[in-house]
């Protein structure tokens, strides 16, 4: 086009490779956000290749929403995340020595009776507040579901 309207090799060149680098930005950017997509339909982790599983930022053992929408992660971060919350939930105690970790003698139900909604979030808050890079995306998802987005930050 540059050519066809008077202007010299130079400028005809600059605009082809202007067109270029535009046409390849374009293409990474689409690339990439259809890989995502492929990856999450075929439930494969976009970044390591793994399987993954869908994980309830708000435990429903805790009280949380059984039809939540469920945060899509790898099995083996699925696997570490259950393991660092549930070492996190045995730590939290209330005054008779009752703690949140769900495990035979103490289930879901035991631990709604002992801890109420607001303690039990607030100790959600605390486990995804310690991990907010290792762990971000359920604690987005977390707040979200909870309808806690004025409260979330991602540090």
Known sequence: MALGSGADLGEALKQGGQGAA??????VMNGTVKGFQTARQEKVSPWTGEPTEGHHSDPKFMGGDPKQDLTPMSKSRHKDLHKDMNNYLK???DMNGNHMRPQKGNSGKDIQRNFDRQQ???V???FYNKYPLKYWDPKLDFYRNNKMMK???PW
């Open 120 to 122: 039990r979030i607030d």
């Open 151 to 153: 409260q979330w930050r």
């Open 22 to 27: 535009l046409g390849l930005a374009n293409g």
């Open 91 to 93: 730590e939290q105690k």
């Open 124 to 126: 959600l808050k605390g």
